[in-house]
């Protein structure tokens, strides 16, 4: 089945430490997104990437970065983790930047834990 | 700019009740409307969309949801809740905003039901 896969579903790292999650996608999407959401929270966009022009939104820290190396990756880094770090992020795709009906589809997450 | 609001936080319901979950969104545009859910430590699946035509957009799980333009509203209803429909659920919003499609989404509502 085509998807969004997210690896790992949990990273704990150390404060500082830089740390690097990964997306992949089968469903040959042009758009792949970078969703943070903190526990009990709506999820914040951070950015995305549509086919390689990457767009980020105006209030994400520069400690977060993206790389989208072919059109099935795309990796958050985050530089120096904080404990305010800590939250789930989720990748989602969709087919086109234009194609609002279409809505995204979501990896299941990963959980970040900073120590 | 376009905006969501879930006016519950936590829906705490009986199985088998009834349950409607409530969203209003704020946006001077056409705007597509979609309920997700998502389960504990997982990604966000799509329940439902609103698009175009039949205000009454209907699940293959028993939900359903009514966009109502006049009152800006698109709740979701379910006649007959199970223990299974236990999670959080996400009201978002797309539309065009700074040349491509973005969605917004509510805060999310936690539906708890009791046996």
């Known amino acids: 089945d085509a998807m969004v896969i997210q690896n790992p579903r949990y990273q704990v790292t150390q404060f500082g430490k830089p740390v690097t999650l990964s997306c992949s996608q089968t469903l040959n999407h042009n758009v792949m997104y970078w969703y943070q959401q903190k526990s009990s929270q709506a999820p914040k966009l951070l950015f995305h990437y549509y086919d390689k022009d990457f767009n980020n939104e105006a209030d994400t820290p520069d400690n977060f970065q993206s790389r989208r190396p072919n059109t099935s990756f795309c990796f958050l880094d985050i530089r120096s983790p904080g404990l305010g770090d800590a939250a789930m992020y989720l990748c989602a795709t969709s087919r086109d930047r234009g194609a609002g009906g279409y809505g995204y589809t979501f990896g299941s997450g990963t959980r970040l834990t900073v120590v | 700019a376009q905006s969501v609001t879930q006016l519950d936080s936590q829906v705490p319901v009986f199985e088998e009740a009834p349950v409607e979950l409530r969203c209003n969104y704020s946006?001077?545009?056409?705007?597509?409307l979609f309920w997700y859910v998502q389960y504990p430590n997982q990604g966000l699946q799509l329940l439902l969309k609103y698009l175009s035509g039949s205000t009454l957009v209907e699940s293959i799980n028993g939900f359903e949801a009514e966009f109502n333009k006049s009152q800006t509203s698109f709740h979701l209803r379910k006649p007959s809740v199970h223990i299974s429909d236990t999670a959080e659920y996400f009201c978002a919003v797309s539309g065009v905003s700074g040349g491509y499609n973005k969605l917004i989404f509510g805060a999310g509502t936690r539906l708890a039901v009791h046996p």
């Open positions: 946006s001077s545009v056409s705007v597509y």
